[in-house]
């Protein structure tokens, strides 16, 4: 278990962080560095900032830190339909 209390978020954006690793991967396996690079830094930063919003020194700053985290997931969304509807890029259904 990643977190002593049970933080569902917190493992599931763990989990999520190393399933994007593995694709990342791939998509550097096959050359496509522009997109695994960007795919890298905004998949694994959502996990980074719910990790950094358990420590928040106030609400106002644990709902910022969580916002930014949203963001991460947007942009990182973005990445990944642009894989998934690419006809040069793969594409993993289960990330």
Partial sequence: MLDEKGNVIVEKSFGFALRIIEFTELLESQRKYVIANQLLK????????IREAQNAESKADFIHKMKIAGKEADETEYWLLLCKFSKTHPFDENI
């Fill in 42 to 49: 905004s998949g694994t930063s959502i996990g980074a900032n």
